[in-house]
């Protein structure tokens, strides 16, 4: 609740701040919750603009009480939110957006000249070791989903002993912005495919980095290793910009996550379900018989390589640890701090279970066939893994014009590397003698 009225807000790993509808009129808030002015509302005049990956919003800068479960946060800094832009809040019933990427991505403190993200200040109140949230997507009409703070899930875990725990990458050795973390592999109907070296200079050994974004629905990779994944399905295509394939054709794609030595190094296969990597969307692939695939292109992910989105998230249980937290307010946690901001996953996807959902849920004819096309269960080693495609910064063409620049050029070198032989003995001689 904000200011005593309560919201549904969407839950975005993705971006770090907290914004909600207020007095907004645009198509985009028809119909959704809007904040009145409450008495505990301190609102300044600084105005701000969010950009997401798709969509935006605007608006003014305030402080009010924030309700979160059982903790209450007295003077939480927020957006009021009134112009909104291609969130499609109506769709949701969400009347904004609850950021729970790390601290050093939060746009609205800058606004503000100050003041902590939601995320912060849950944690301040609470022990070191339990400076961690949960978060469980499910898909609908599966169970419950779950989003926890200071505990696990005990329906799921019942304690991180289970997980998967790979560390956070820093931009520059100390910097977190992002729940991102080295991409080992992606397998595809038992195929390991070709994936582009990292365009963050201090990814280690050049592995692409794969961000954990709850507010992106699909996955989105480089071009060229799209490319590669669909290149495994053989129903594949690129249609209208983007790639479709058969709703009956079953695809197995399996992720692993670490660098690949030392903590968090060896990665389990993390299994997507196969109702997630092409989707029947409002069952218009049983018209079609094409359903949208759950991986889409996208080279504008400016925070790493890979946005990781519902379609991989919702089958497993992500944990994020915040103990990073102890660097900012080393005075309170600083000699408990034991670890780096860090990701810990579970899979919790079954192939077997999921083949069988599969099958009923498109009308697969023949399933009894399914049961070939299960997924080579083993993790693969280090030297097995493709070797890291590097894009050409630049690539040539080759035109009268620049063929003309380069001789050009070419005799402009050659004509000062006479001139400097010549004179390099003379040269020489004077340094020698200021030495002396």
């Not at 301040?124 to 989003?147: D, H, I, K, W």
Request: proline content about 6%; some cysteine; overall charge negative.
């Amino acid at each position: 609740s904000i200011g005593g009225q309560n919201f549904f807000v969407i839950v975005d790993t993705g971006s770090s701040d907290l914004a909600t509808s207020s007095a907004c009129i645009a198509s985009d808030c028809k119909g959704v919750h809007l904040y009145l002015n409450s008495p505990t509302l301190r609102l300044t005049t600084t105005p701000f603009t969010l950009r997401y990956i798709s969509g935006s919003t605007s608006g003014t800068i305030a402080y009010e009480t924030v309700t979160f479960g059982p903790f209450q946060i007295t003077s939480q800094v927020f957006a009021l939110v009134n112009n909104v832009a291609n969130l499609n809040l109506p769709d949701t019933s969400a009347s904004g957006v609850l950021g729970l990427a790390l601290p050093n991505s939060a746009a609205i403190p800058s606004f503000a000249g100050g003041g902590a993200t939601v995320t912060e200040n849950i944690f301040s109140g609470l022990e070191a070791r339990r400076r961690v949230f949960g978060l469980r997507l499910m898909r609908e009409g599966t169970g419950e989903s779950s989003l926890t703070f200071g505990q696990l899930d005990e329906e799921v875990v019942q304690n991180d002993t289970a997980l998967h725990l790979v560390p956070v990458h820093a931009n520059d050795g100390k910097t977190y912005d992002f729940w991102k973390i080295p991409l080992r592999f992606i397998t595809v109907n038992s195929h390991l495919i070709e994936l582009s070296a990292s365009r963050v200079s201090s990814s280690p050994q050049h592995r692409p980095l794969a961000v954990f974004d709850t507010g992106t629905t699909l996955m989105l990779g480089p071009e060229r290793d799209v490319a590669n994944v669909y290149a495994q399905v053989p129903s594949a295509k690129r249609e209208d910009g983007q790639w479709r394939v058969d709703c009956v054709e079953v695809v197995w794609l399996g992720v692993g996550f670490g660098p690949g030595e030392g903590v968090g190094g060896g990665s389990p296969v993390y299994w997507m379900h196969p109702l997630d990597v092409s989707w029947d969307e409002g069952n218009g692939g049983r018209r079609t018989g094409r359903c949208l695939g759950g991986v889409q292109v996208n080279e504008d992910v400016s925070s790493g390589d890979w946005l990781f989105g519902d379609t991989f998230l919702r089958v497993r249980e992500l944990l994020s640890h915040l103990s990073f937290l102890n660097n900012v307010y080393l005075a309170h946690y600083g000699h408990n701090s034991t670890m780096s901001p860090t990701v810990g996953l579970l899979g919790l996807t079954d192939p077997h279970t999921a083949l069988a959902e599969f099958a009923q849920r498109r009308d697969v004819p023949n399933p009894a066939n399914l049961s070939t096309l299960l997924p080579a269960l083993d993790i693969p080693s280090d030297s097995s893994l493709p070797a890291l495609y590097y894009r050409p910064e630049h690539t040539l063409v080759w035109t009268d014009g620049l063929i003309l620049a380069l001789a050009c050029l070419a005799g402009f070198v050659v004509g000062m590397g006479i001139s400097v032989l010549f004179q390099a003995p003379r040269v020489q001689t004077f340094r020698r003698l200021r030495r002396l």
